[in-house]
Each structure stands twice: as C-alpha cells, then as structure tokens.
T-cell receptor, first 111, second 114 residues
Framework: KNEVEQSPQNLTAQEGEFITINCSYS?????LHWLQQHPGGGIVSLFM???GKKKHGRLIATINIQEKHSSLHITASHPRDSAVYIC?????????????FGKGTHLIIQP | NAGVMQNPRHLVRRRGQEARLRCSPM?????VYWYRQLPEEGLKFMVY????????ESGMPKERFSAEFPKEGPSILRIQQVVRGDSAAYFC????????????FGPGTRLTVL
C-alpha cells in the first residue's frame, strides 16, 4: 500500500512569497491529487495530475513519476491562501482505488 | 451539473443513537468513496462502493458501521449506537467510472456525539 509523506508540516510566510509544498509516495501511481482544506473544513480538489505540470491561476503542480515526487507551488501568496494542503494518491497505485492521504501542510500567509 | 452533495452538513447525536449520513454523487457518477477525518488527524479511507455493491470496505470499522449505495437514491453511511469517538468529519467523493482517477469531494458532514 502507498505511503505518503508531505513536507513541511507547517509553513508560515509573508504575503507575496513563493510557496513550495512537497509530497513523496512509495508506490507507483496513475495520478496524484492535491487538495485544499479551509478552516471551515470543506475540501476542494485543486489538481489531479499524472505527469508533467499543471497551472491554475497562481497555483502550479508538478509531478516526477520516476522519483515518486510532486510539488505544489503558490506564486504571489495571499492571506486567503491560508489553508491545509493535502496530497493524496491511490492506495494501491491506480484505477478506482480509495485514496491515501498525506498528513497535510498547514500554511499561514501573513499580511 | 451540481457537485457532490452531502447531508446533513452537521449532525448531533447522543451516545447510543444512530447516525445516517447521505451522499449524492455527481450526475453520471457511479462510484462513491467515504472518508473520515478525526479531530486533529488526517483523512482516512473507509469504504468504496459502486451502485448496489461494496467494492472495498477495508477501512471501515467492523462493528456498528455500514454503507450502501442503492440503485436509486443516495449512498448512506450508517453508524449504529454512536460513541464519542465517532465524532468526526465524514467526507464522500465520487468518480465517473472504474478507470477514472479523479474524485470529486462533497462538503462533508460533521458528526458530533454528545
């Protein structure tokens, strides 16, 4: 079964800074998810990616399948980006598995 | 196309009562997943269902918990004789078919057991 490691666990930065959150997993996968959970608790799917790079607004996600590693970047960070960012992968690697989640990165952006 | 819907959003039960959590997947989605997030902990897989079938329930406690996804209507996660340790946020997600990897999450149900 897949194991997921995220770093850092906590991150506090100033508004405008470039943010990087890392995720490593142990079993080859078909796709990786980045999720965002706000203090209110709801979960939003940010990206699902299987190769290369995806960009949505100020968010960029990259994945290196060979190294079993993904990064989530936030450019020009803003206090509203403050949330928990969670990496998730299929438990057995692919298909319609349930997901295994990282413990999350608690991001705080200070004005 | 409405997203994944869960209700109720908040549910309060006393110890020993039953809790029923509902999940309506996105239109056209036949796969439903239930996840639990205990206070101060990460999300954990509970069960994966297709219409009328439980595919994988390896993450679900053996006692008091059951799940179904009938041919018509929402998926139901049922917790019998709730205890304080069942207090958590329960999320469901849906996907369109077996080979799809994208899961779309609902807003969650926050269960509080008094």
């Amino acid at each position: 079964k897949n194991e997921v490691e995220q770093s850092p666990q906590n991150l506090t930065a100033q508004e405008g800074e470039f943010i990087t959150i890392n995720c490593s997993y142990s079993v080859g996968i078909s796709a990786l998810h980045w999720l965002q959970q706000h203090p209110g608790g709801g979960i939003v799917s940010l990206f699902m990616l299987s190769s290369g790079k995806k960009k949505h607004g100020r968010l960029i996600a990259t994945i290196n399948i060979q190294e079993k590693h993904s990064s989530l970047h936030i450019t020009a960070s803003h206090p509203r980006d403050s949330a928990v960012y969670i990496c998730a992968v299929p438990t057995s690697g692919g298909g319609a598995d349930g997901l295994t989640f990282g413990k999350g990165t608690h991001l705080i952006i200070q004005p | 196309n409405a997203g994944v819907m869960q209700n109720p959003r908040h549910l309060v039960r006393r110890r020993g009562q039953e809790a029923r959590l509902r999940c309506s997947p996105m239109k056209g989605h036949s796969h439903v997943y239930w996840y639990r997030q205990l206070p101060e902990e990460g999300l954990k897989f509970m069960v994966y269902l297709q219409k009328e079938n439980i595919i994988d329930e390896s993450g679900m406690p053996k006692e008091r918990f059951s799940a179904e996804f009938p041919k018509e209507g929402p998926s139901i996660l049922r917790i019998q004789q709730v205890v304080r340790g069942d207090s958590a946020a329960y999320f469901c997600a849906s996907s369109p078919d077996r080979v799809a990897d994208t899961q779309y999450f609902g807003p969650g149900t926050r269960l509080t057991v008094l």
